[in-house]
């Protein structure tokens, strides 16, 4: 079990914002990134080399693993089969079981159901049949979500009755789907939990986090959960990272239930560093992007410990117009992804507003 020395060099499949902020901070380690992604991205802007290609030619990114050390992503959508040309050439962190697992609402449900830990009501729907098998099993009120290619509340529709249901799977063209029961939480938090190449795990605080128009509008820390809480969410995340043998950054979304007999619910995973996370960038003495490079290198991982209480907030299309006004505000840090064009629900940038820890 080798520590990747500084001057290796990190694959990253995908080429934006996460890519990015990896990418930097690969910087102080002395560790260089090299990306791959079938667009150019804000990531192509600070990497040490970047390369254009489609996710689905095998033998190019076979070709670009053969260039680095060892390869991560940045994205949970790699397709499989690059996953595993890439790993013909170099380890990929974290391994191709967690990318299956996490691609697929069924394969991620199921999995986590397996090891013994709550999630929401679910059952399959890929036909008329299993539509019908579904009302039965989950009833009528429900959340309708395809099992692939979802992301932000899209790829889904919100069932209110039966007669509701057909025309929300022709709605999302009769794409394989579960449909599952609705959870009445009081809010939602994430465990961003960071596994080392020797199974060493380590958690950051959890935050708060706020939508809005389904897609993460802040992250607040800390959260008001619950000690109690707060260890069995740890516990719940420890328990996916250490049974998928993961390594990196790993966000695991939940739905708190403060009454209920088992108060959190996993909704769903992310194998990958987390937006959720962005926070600890400025208020942890190492943040989730160090945290995922030091994981995926070899080497071991740095204190998640936070200095400071922080609120993350999300620039969403527009906002990022504001940017001198962040800039000028006090005990905020600015986080810009050069993108060219802020289009209406696009992740341009996030700031960190820090207060001292309490
Ligand atoms: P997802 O794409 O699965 O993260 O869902 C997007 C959002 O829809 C979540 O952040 C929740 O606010 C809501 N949601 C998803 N699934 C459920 C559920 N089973 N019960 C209640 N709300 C849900």
Same mark, same amino acid.
């Given at each position: 079990m080798t520590a990747l020395p500084p001057g290796s060099t990190i694959g990253i499949l995908g080429g934006g914002q996460l890519g990015r902020m990896l990418a930097l901070a690969a910087a102080p380690l002395g560790l260089k990134c090299h990306i791959y992604s079938d667009v150019p991205g804000p990531a192509f802007d600070v990497a040490a080399k970047s390369q254009v290609g489609p996710f689905e030619d095998t033998d190019k990114i076979r070709a670009f693993a053969e260039t680095v050390d060892v390869v991560t992503y940045e994205f949970e959508n790699v397709p499989l089969e690059a996953a595993a040309a890439a790993q013909a050439a170099a380890p990929v962190r974290p391994g191709p079981k967690a990318l299956?697992?996490?691609?697929?609402?069924?394969?991620?449900?199921?999995?986590?159901?397996?090891?013994?830990?709550?999630v929401a009501p679910f059952a399959n729907v890929d036909s008329d049949?299993?539509?019908?098998?579904?009302?039965?099993?989950?009833g009528e009120a429900g959340i309708l979500k395809t099992r692939r290619l979802g992301y932000d509340g899209?790829?889904?529709?919100?069932?209110?009755?039966? +007669?509701? @249901?057909?025309?929300? !799977? *022709?709605?999302?063209? &009769? $794409?394989?789907?579960?449909l599952e029961g609705l959870v009445p939480f009081a809010y939602e938090v994430s465990v961003l939990v960071v596994r080392s190449l020797a199974g060493e795990v380590r958690f950051y605080d959890l935050p708060l986090n706020t939508h809005k128009d389904g897609i993460l509008?802040?992250?607040?820390?800390?959260?008001?959960?619950?000690?109690?809480?707060?260890?069995?969410?740890?516990?719940?995340?420890?328990?996916i990272a250490t049974a998928l043998d993961y390594v990196g950054v790993l966000g695991v979304e939940m739905f708190y239930l403060?009454?209920?007999?088992?108060?959190?619910?996993?909704?769903?995973?992310?194998?990958?560093?987390?937006?959720?996370?962005?926070?600890?960038?400025? +208020?942890? @003495?190492?943040?989730? !992007? *160090?945290?995922?490079? &030091? $994981?995926?290198?070899?080497?071991?991982?740095?204190?998640?410990?936070?200095?400071?209480?922080?609120?993350?907030?999300?620039?969403?299309?527009?906002?990022?117009?504001?940017?001198?006004?962040?800039?000028?505000?006090?005990?905020t840090a600015v986080h810009l992804y050069g993108k060219p064009e802020a289009r209406p629900g696009r992740k341009m940038g996030h700031v960190n507003r820090l207060k001292p820890r309490q």
């Open positions: 299956a697992v996490a691609q697929d609402r069924l394969e991620e449900k199921s999995f986590i159901r397996g090891i013994g830990i709550p049949a299993s539509l019908k098998a579904a009302l039965a099993a989950i899209k790829g889904q529709v919100r069932i209110k009755s039966a +007669a509701e @249901l057909a025309p929300a !799977f *022709e709605s999302l063209k &009769r $794409a394989p789907c579960v509008d802040t992250s607040t820390v800390p959260s008001p959960l619950p000690a109690a809480h707060v260890a069995r969410a740890t516990e719940i995340a420890g328990a403060p009454d209920a007999a088992e108060p959190l619910v996993v909704n769903e995973i992310a194998p990958r560093v987390h937006n959720s996370g962005h926070w600890t960038m400025d +208020a942890c @003495l190492v943040g989730q !992007f *160090e945290n995922h490079i &030091r $994981a995926v290198a070899g080497w071991p991982i740095g204190p998640t410990t936070r200095h400071s209480d922080v609120t993350m907030t999300n620039l969403i299309g527009a906002d990022v117009d504001r940017w001198q006004a962040f800039a000028a505000e006090p005990d």
